[in-house]
């Protein structure tokens, strides 16, 4: 009967407690679990960042992992928010309240020069930030919320969100203008990414869904798809190095994955699942905060760094 040691030539370590750093393929006994683990390289790993000041959900973001943005969302059922946090890498701290307090809105932008629009019961109400105060932009051609938003304050783009159709809309930082089609049904809380002619919309809907498309500037066409279907999820990143994360419903809400503008992978897991949540940055330098879990609302920030890491995994069977 072959053994581990006959195959690989070396045995296997009995170690009190994880390698810190173990090897890709590595193998070891953690005596202290009585588990049998293995070193496994996936694409990427959250850490935990510092949290809001403001536990909520249906919240907006906007910026990079160390200049962010925390728009708007839900505190409770029925109860709203106005307020804008910021993010310096490290921690939160209050930023200029919006004018019209709302959730499951759009964002986009940087810290400093940010546009948030649609969002409460199906808003045309857009606002922008200059670091310090939001005031009123022009107004959606049509009302929505549940809406994604990616670009910049100048060049911003809208799409989906819970109305009868999939509405593409287009913002030159003073008006709005209907958009290119092509996505098939419509999509509520859908993870999106990249800019106003190069953009990316993933999952979403009811029932959700797992497909992606992609946006030139002009229309919508077929990308890959998940590994599953998920809403209520939240994307960073460009149209082909996008990062999805984060869903609500039965599927877990911890998953992460990565595209690379033709097919999807997995990435490592959030360390508190949930959906709703914020997002903000690129693929590998993306930050999540905020969400809701079925016992309520969070404060939770995490950081995504891309690229292999190598994971300890159990040996399943042991």
């Known amino acids: 009967m072959a053994t581990y040691?006959?195959?690989?030539?070396?045995?296997?370590?009995?170690?009190?407690?994880?390698?810190?750093?173990?090897?890709?393929?590595q193998v070891w006994f953690n005596s202290t679990s009585n588990l049998l683990k293995v070193g496994v390289t996936q694409s990427g790993a959250w850490a935990t960042g510092g949290n809001l000041a403001t536990a909520r959900g249906f919240l907006a973001g906007a910026g990079t992992q160390t200049s962010a943005l925390a728009v708007g969302g839900q505190i409770e059922p029925g109860d709203v928010t106005a307020a804008t946090e910021e993010y310096n890498g490290t921690s939160w701290s209050?930023?200029?309240?919006?004018?019209?307090?709302?959730?499951?809105?759009?964002?986009?932008?940087?810290?400093?020069?940010?546009?948030?629009?649609?969002?409460?019961?199906?808003?045309?109400?857009t606002e922008e930030y200059d670091g310090t105060t939001w005031t009123?932009?022009?107004?959606?051609?049509?009302?929505?919320?549940?809406?994604?938003?990616?670009?910049t304050q100048t060049s911003a783009l809208c799409f989906g969100g819970e109305i009868p159709a999939f509405v593409t809309q287009e913002y030159n930082g003073t008006s709005w203008t209907t958009g290119g089609t092509g996505v098939p049904s419509y999509r509520r809380g859908a993870a999106g990414a990249g800019t106003q002619t190069s953009a990316l919309c993933a999952g979403g809907g009811e029932p959700p869904t797992a497909t992606s498309f992609e946006y030139d500037g002009t229309s919508w066409t077929a990308g890959g798809t998940m590994s599953q279907a998920r809403e209520f999820t939240t994307g960073a990143g460009a149209q082909t190095s996008a990062l999805a994360f984060g869903s609500r419903g039965p599927i877990a809400g911890n998953w992460t994955e990565l595209y690379d503008g033709t097919s999807w992978t997995?990435?490592?897991?959030?360390?508190?699942?949930?959906?709703?949540?914020?997002?903000?940055?690129?693929?590998?330098?993306?930050?999540?905060?905020?969400?809701?879990?079925?016992?309520?609302?969070?404060t939770a920030t995490e950081e995504f760094t891309g690229g292999p890491t190598v994971v300890a995994r159990t040996v399943t069977g042991t």
Request: aromatic share 6%.
């Open 94 to 125: 209050p930023g200029g309240n919006l004018g019209t307090a709302r959730a499951a809105l759009g964002a986009c932008g940087t810290q400093t020069t940010a546009a948030a629009f649609g969002g409460g019961a199906t808003s045309t109400a």
């Open 5 to 25: 040691y006959g195959t690989y030539g070396q045995k296997v370590q009995y170690l009190a407690s994880d390698p810190a750093s173990p090897q890709n393929g």
């Open 266 to 298: 997995t990435g490592g897991s959030l360390a508190t699942g949930r959906g709703c949540v914020g997002g903000a940055g690129i693929q590998t330098s993306a930050l999540a905060f905020g969400g809701e879990i079925p016992s309520g609302r969070l």
């Open 136 to 151: 009123a932009g022009g107004n959606l051609v049509t009302g929505t919320n549940f809406n994604t938003g990616t670009g």
